[in-house]
């Protein structure tokens, strides 16, 4: 069966982040840590964490996965802003522990002229800072549509960081559909060849979960603007091909897509109908 959720507002909390994911019957779901626009995150309060965990466990959900805020950049050209990130990944970092054994997915960020070697070797370092042994969450990095500067919109990118990571068995990767497919991966005619480019590349093994976004702009674009599923250029097909493919089943989905509650309910209904 199909693990799939939606990404929903922390600010009722987390256990009624769990009750909101049942109502749209989804397993699973991914919350902001914090204001993506960056800022304190509120206090964590344990009973509602445990409360969550109860519910999770009560109703079999799957791993779900906390998102750190988009603008965080370890590759900043400006020191402030890469300490900003490091503080901000070890402070959800260490959150994370009171819902223990989940995931958190994360930008790997934008080397701003840098050059990419740079930013691939910032992002590790900061990796290489705020992972510890004991930890119990699995960190992934998302692949990115390649607007900009940012780092992450090819597998080998994506390798030479896990490859600098000391840690690297608490390091997996988030595939998001609408990026791989900016970034010129052509799921939509040819899913078998980059999947077996990803096995190439960095091993399906590190494939940890999914982002299941339609795009508004065609193949290679760079753009990174999600659509409602079966309403872009990618289309209903290639999300049937991608959600019975024997590898790609078995992951947690996640929908980013530009949608309101009931409008989740109606695309986690569709999807889970193939
Ligand atoms: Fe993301
Ligand atoms: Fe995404
Ligand atoms: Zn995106």
């Known amino acids: 069966m199909l693990n799939i959720g939606c990404h929903l507002s922390v600010s009722g909390g987390f ?13 699973t779901f991914q919350f902001f840590t914090r204001n993506p626009r960056g800022g304190k995150a509120k206090d964590i309060d344990k009973n509602d964490t445990d409360k969550l965990l109860v519910l999770m466990e009560n109703n079999n959900f799957v791993k779900i996965l906390a998102h750190a805020p988009y603008t965080l950049n370890p590759c900043s050209s400006n020191e402030r802003t890469r300490e900003f990130a490091l503080e901000t990944m070890e402070d959800d970092l260490k959150r994370m522990e009171y819902l223990p054994n989940n995931m958190y997915n994360f930008h790997p960020g934008s080397h701003v002229g840098q050059g990419v ?6 992002i590790s370092q900061t990796l290489n800072k705020v992972l510890w042994e004991e930890m119990s969450t699995t ?37 998001d559909t609408c990026h791989v497919f900016d970034g010129g991966y052509n799921i939509k005619d040819n899913l078998e060849s980059v999947l077996e480019e990803f096995d190439r590349v960095i091993g399906l093994n590190r494939l940890k979960a999914l982002h299941l976004n339609d795009s508004k702009n065609p193949l290679g674009s760079r753009k990174d603007r999600h659509e409602k599923i079966g309403e ?13 493919h024997p590898v790609l089943k078995k992951l947690p989905c996640y929908l980013e897509t530009p949608n309101d509650l009931d409008g989740y309910k109606k695309e986690i209904a569709l999807l889970k109908s193939f």
């Open 15 to 27: 256990e009624n982040m769990g009750k909101e994911a049942l109502k749209l019957d989804a397993d």
């Open 117 to 122: 070697e740079k930013g691939i070797e910032m």
């Open 139 to 175: 960190v992934l990095l998302e692949t990115m549509a390649g607007k900009g500067s940012e780092v992450g919109s090819k597998f080998q990118e994506l390798k030479a960081i896990i490859d600098r990571v000391e840690l690297n068995n608490k390091m997996g990767v988030c595939l």
């Open 232 to 244: 872009g250029y990618i289309g209903l097909d290639a999300f049937k091909a991608i959600l019975t």
